[in-house]
T-cell receptor, first 113, second 113 residues
Framework: GDSVTQMEGPVTLSEEAFLTINCTYT??????LFWYVQYPGEGLQLLLK?????DKGSNKGFEATYRKETTSFHLEKGSVQVSDSAVYFC????????????FGQGTRLTINP | DVKVTQSSRYLVKRTGEKVFLECVQD?????MFWYRQDPGLGLRLIYF???????EKGDIPEGYSVSREKKERFSLILESASTNQTSMYLC????????????FGSGTRLTVV
């Protein structure tokens, strides 16, 4: 079945470090791909998305490129801040016949000053 | 801004009580979802609804039921609360079966004692 595999956490970085959180997927069709962020004590917020191969989603300095050949959607940020500390979820939905989003397990990110 | 509102941020209930978790969206979305989130298990889908009075079981429906009498409101019901239902509950809505991503509420942290 359709699934999303994320890099296991927790991930701890220093402020201004480069961030990569890996995400790969398995899908029978052509999915849309998403990154969500969850700050402490809150619900999930959509961070960015990409709906077709080679699309790049971006928001708040974060980027992810839809790579069909490697079935990946890795999240990157060039210089992280303490305020980026949160849990990040990768997710997919199929364009046709979609019933629901499929989420990865989440990756907890902590940024130290 | 579009909004999904969950009626309570924190709830404490006793074992055996009937518990209602309420969710309201103001976006005229047809699709609504209930998830629970537990450490190490990610997000798990309990129930979802694609229309008024419609409901579909998700991955873990046991011990839960739902009600959708109006388009904007989707209620999760714990018929007889148990301690293993202590969790964070997240409601979400969506306008196109996941293609554009979900909008989540802030969550209800339920403790059953």
């Amino acid at each position: 079945g359709d699934s999303v595999t994320q890099m296991e956490g927790p991930v701890t970085l220093s402020e201004e470090a480069f961030l990569t959180i890996n995400c790969t997927y398995t899908a029978t069709g052509y999915p849309s791909l998403f990154w969500y962020v969850q700050y402490p004590g809150e619900g999930l917020q959509l961070l960015l998305k990409a709906t077709k191969a080679d699309d790049k989603g971006s928001n708040k300095g974060f980027e992810a490129t839809y790579r069909k050949e490697t079935t990946s959607f890795h999240l990157e940020k060039g210089s992280v801040q303490v305020s980026d500390s949160a849990v990040y979820f990768c997710a997919l939905s199929l364009i046709q016949g979609a019933q629901k989003l499929v989420f990865g397990q989440g990756t907890r990110l902590t940024i130290n000053p | 801004d579009v909004k999904v509102t969950q009626s309570s941020r924190y709830l404490v209930k006793r074992t055996g009580e009937k518990v209602f978790l309420e969710c309201v969206q103001d976006m005229d979305h047809e699709n609504m979802f209930w998830y629970r989130q537990d450490p190490g298990l990610g997000l798990r889908l309990i129930y979802f609804s694609y229309d008024v009075k419609m409901k579909e079981k998700g991955d873990i429906p046991e011990g839960y039921s739902v009600s959708r009498e109006k388009k904007e409101r989707f209620s999760l019901i714990l018929e007889s609360a148990s301690t293993n239902q202590t969790s964070m509950y997240l409601c979400a809505s969506d306008r196109d079966r996941g293609h554009y991503g979900y909008t989540f509420g802030s969550g209800t942290r339920l403790t059953v004692v």
